[in-house]
């Protein structure tokens, strides 16, 4: 029996460690604030199989000086961070081609099809399977030339198996009554789902690892130094083999052994409106606003937005405030009161695909991290793969993409 150390207590940390533990290994989930708010805990809920076209595309890099210009716009960026995302930017910019966005899209989609045969069992196993609403997501559009030109994507989609019905806006009211005459044209993808509560998924699955003898450590690792995890208050932990499931934090943990991963945080907002005065009954996508409503168990959690501005800058909670004015010009009886507002770290890389795999430079490090904006859907599935490779087994599905080796 081995010992492994999983670095990471979020959704996708824990999944491994279950998934691990689930196999006969002695494991340990080292979290430097294991039950903390980090970005499992606040995110939009949905369940994104459609999610498999990477965010660099072509002509995205047209329309970024407008949204950064924008005061509602879906993206903002700390100049003083900048020099720090060149190289990220730089590798971002350069996978925005189509024979980029067809290779990416082919490897997302090989891990989305997997998400319901490995999700749903994990649900069971917590007792939260009646939290997962398999209802379809609605996507919808104010402009006839956004819809227009996103029908690139939705050819692209459906060639990789995924339903995308158009319908108009309309159509889009009859489904979802609360929604404003902005909407012009809307998108049904019923393959989507969303849970009640993304943070109880976590909550549980600590729990349930506790009562399998999966031992929790708080403490925060500065790197991986020969066989064991040098922790800052100067405790070592050995390990035969560690998992690192940091999220956006990974990228300091892999230089710890010299190898690059062109991970940033995508910082995302969101408010949750417990009393919001309007109902939905599915996950609704603004596609070009960016931003999603989502009716979870606490309200209506309306989030979204890319900001670039590093680990360590605190919150600007402003962009919250952006997304529920924008909430409430297409949810016209929005009650906005009592709303809390939450920033996470997406762990973004620069090719939008996540770093699953073992280390190139040492075989005992396995790497789980840069699931960006789909780390709760692809929570179980990165934990199968990772145990799968721990095991030394054939894993479910080719993980040559997900290399760390792409960024060396
Ligand atoms: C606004 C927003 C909406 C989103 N909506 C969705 C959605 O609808 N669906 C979806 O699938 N995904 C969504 N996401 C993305 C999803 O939340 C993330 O991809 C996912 O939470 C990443 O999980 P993780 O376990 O990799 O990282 P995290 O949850 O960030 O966990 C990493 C853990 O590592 C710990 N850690 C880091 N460094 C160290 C260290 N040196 N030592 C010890 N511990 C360390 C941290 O304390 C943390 O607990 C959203 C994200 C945001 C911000």
Redesign the pocket.
């Known amino acids: 029996m081995s010992r492994i150390l999983v ?7 824990l999944s491994c460690a279950r998934a691990l533990a689930a196999e006969g290994h002695a494991v340990t989930v ?4 294991p039950p ?1 708010d ?3 805990f ?7 199989v459609t999610e498999i076209i990477p965010a660099a595309v072509p002509g995205l890099a047209l329309k970024v000086p407008g949204w950064l210009m924008d005061p509602l716009g879906p993206l903002s960026l700390r100049p003083g961070h900048l020099p720090k995302l060149v190289p990220w930017l730089w590798r971002f910019l350069r996978s925005g081609t189509w024979p980029e966005v067809e290779r990416i899209t082919a490897a997302l989609a090989t891990l989305s099809a997997r998400v319901y045969e490995d999700f749903l069992p994990v649900m069971d196993e917590l007792g939260l399977a009646g939290e997962v609403h398999r209802v379809g997501a609605l996507w919808v559009y104010d402009t006839r030339a956004g819809f227009e030109a996103d029908a690139r994507f939705r050819a692209l989609r459906r060639r990789h198996g995924i339903v995308c019905e158009e319908i108009s806006g309309a159509e889009a009211r009859a489904l979802e009554p609360a929604l404003s005459e902005a909407v012009q044209y809307a998108m049904v993808t019923p393959q989507w789902s969303h849970v009640a509560d993304p943070k109880c998924i976590v909550d549980r699955l600590r729990e349930h690892l506790a009562a399998r003898g999966v031992a929790m450590v708080a ?4 790197g991986i130094e020969g066989s064991s995890l040098a922790l800052a208050d100067g405790r070592r932990l050995p390990f035969d083999t560690a998992i690192v ?5 990974s990228g ?2 892999a230089a710890s052994i010299g190898e690059r991963a062109l991970i940033e945080s995508e ?4 408010t949750t409106f417990p009393a919001p005065g309007v109902t939905l009954s599915r996950e609704v996508i603004f596609a070009e606003r960016a931003f999603v409503a989502t009716p979870i168990e606490a309200g209506i959690r309306i ?2 937005a890319a900001e670039f501005a590093g680990l360590d800058a605190p919150p600007n909670y402003a962009r919250s405030d952006v997304l529920a004015e924008l909430g409430r010009r297409y949810l016209p009886g929005l009650n906005i009161a009592g709303g809390t507002r939450w920033m ?4 973004t890389t620069a090719d939008s695909m996540p770093v699953i795999g073992r280390s190139v430079k040492r075989p005992d490090v396995v790497y789980a ?1 840069g ?9 179980p599935t990165t934990g199968r793969l990772v145990a799968e490779i721990v095991g030394n087994r054939p894993t479910s599905v080719d993980i040559a993409p997900f290399s760390i080796a792409r960024f060396s």
């Open positions: 670095i990471g207590a979020g959704m996708v940390g080292v979290d430097r604030d903390g980090k970005c499992s606040g995110n939009a809920a949905g369940l994104g403490g925060e690792v500065r499931a940091a999220g956006a934090w300091r943990l910082r995302g907002y969101n989030g979204g996470g770290h997406r762990p991290f699931h960006g904006h789909t780390g709760l859907t692809l929570g």
